[in-house]
């Protein structure tokens, strides 16, 4: 959730914007970790359905951030200062709102704010992961290389969700087709030979009987039935942008057959990859696993992170947090415990990522293949079912005279 928060620099400056945090301490521990001296803190009030739609159309998109990601590694490799990158990255953009943060981040960066600390005032645009990364380089000198791969990951990520909507879409064309023959069918189609079987007098088979009242109801009662349609869309989508929605439809991802398992997959490679890179940066594991916790995009598994950050801190080994948390294969905490005996936990972490990344792609190219196939046969059972009701007694009509 997002709160408003009043805060002074280190010079006396009087701050105020807005950070993301799961709670009010969560928001201060944030504000505390860019130096800034906490004034006041309040969650912000939920926001209306138009606001929520506004957001959503004006969000800055994976792919715009990666490409400037991309050129800010490169300006910055070329010597560039950095007061004159973020200056030249502010003309580049075309992005009306990527634009507009731009420009306050530059304008924090020549107020004295450390990149971190301006980068962190726009938290809906980049993650405490990236923040993060973006500390630990201004500490370790090198920015240039972490923006690097911050530009592969994000880069990465947007591939993997890429695959995973591609391999939707065509579903879904193919089932909103079939609805829209369906509803022609039912009220255009049926309406116009319905007076025949009317006088034909003879036992319609059941499934032809429920075809005709329902085309009967739609051709009626039309206006009704889309202003609920819409009102019901309005309503799950309101819904399932808020907190409770969320939550609830992260948890239900989980539990599709097949789906289920490829959203693990993809989660459990996002956080081997989080991890191993904010650990070889000097974060502490704990540390390492709460932020990497808030890169994954799954309430379900940032609750299983945190959970598992807290019994490190208590002493646990990262590998026997792991071993019984739900939706980690075995696999994950097995390679952690080799990295932990043997002092390579960042390469293990690595493989586990690159081995769940290459098991979501396979998949996802696989389910690319078989969906089309499926689709065609399932849809056309599902039209010769619906076409047999509507002949099946014509003939038998032709058949009685």
């Not at 800010?72 to 003309?91: E, H, I």
């Not at 990527?98 to 645009?125: M, Y």
């Amino acid at each position: 959730m997002k709160f408003n928060y009043k805060a002074r620099t280190k010079e006396g400056e009087l701050q105020v914007g807005n950070v993301e945090a799961q709670s009010r301490d969560g928001a201060t521990s944030i504000l505390l970790s860019h130096g800034l001296f906490v004034l006041n803190v309040e969650p912000v009030k939920e926001s209306n359905l138009f606001t929520r739609i506004t957001n959503f159309f004006e969000r800055v998109k994976a792919t715009d951030l990666m490409i400037v990601t991309r050129q800010f590694a490169t300006l910055l490799a070329s010597q560039v200062p950095l007061g004159d990158t973020l200056r030249n990255l502010y003309k580049q953009t075309t992005k009306p709102v990527l634009k507009q943060v731009l420009g306050e981040v530059t304008t924090d960066i020549e107020s004295g704010f450390a990149l971190s600390q301006a980068l962190g005032r726009h938290p809906a645009v980049f993650s405490e992961f990236y923040v993060n990364m973006v500390k630990s380089a201004e500490v370790t000198g090198r920015l240039g290389e972490v923006l690097s791969f911050l530009a592969d990951y994000l880069e990465k990520q947007a591939t993997l969700i890429g695959k995973v909507k591609r391999a939707l879409i065509y579903p879904a064309f193919v089932i909103g087709l079939f609805v829209v023959v369906m509803i022609v069918m039912l009220t255009m189609v049926l309406p116009q030979i319905t007076p025949i079987f009317t006088e034909s007098k003879l036992e319609l088979p059941f499934f032809t009987k429920l075809l005709i009242t329902t085309g009967s109801i739609m051709s009626t009662w039309w206006w009704l039935l889309l202003i609920g349609f819409f009102g019901l869309v309005i309503l799950i989508v309101d819904y399932v942008q808020t907190q409770e929605g969320k939550l609830v439809m992260n948890e239900l991802s989980l539990h599709i057959p097949v789906i289920g398992k490829l959203f693990q997959g993809l989660y459990v490679a996002r956080f081997a990859e989080s991890a191993r890179v904010l650990i070889q940066g000097g974060l502490t594991i704990p540390q390492a696993i709460e932020i990497s916790s808030h890169t994954i995009g799954n309430y379900v598994f940032e609750d299983i992170l945190h959970e598992a950050a807290q019994n490190v801190r208590k002493g646990q080994l990262l590998s026997q947090a792991l071993a019984n948390a739900p939706y980690f294969p075995p696999l994950v905490s097995q390679l952690i415990s080799v990295g932990e005996s043997t002092g390579r936990l960042e390469q293990l972490l690595g493989k586990i990522s690159d081995f769940y990344g290459r098991e979501v792609e396979g998949t996802v190219d696989n389910l690319v293949e078989l969906i089309q196939p499926a689709l065609l046969v399932v849809i056309g059972i599902m039209v010769a079912g619906l076409f047999a009701s509507i002949l099946l007694p014509l003939y038998n009509i032709t058949q009685s005279f």
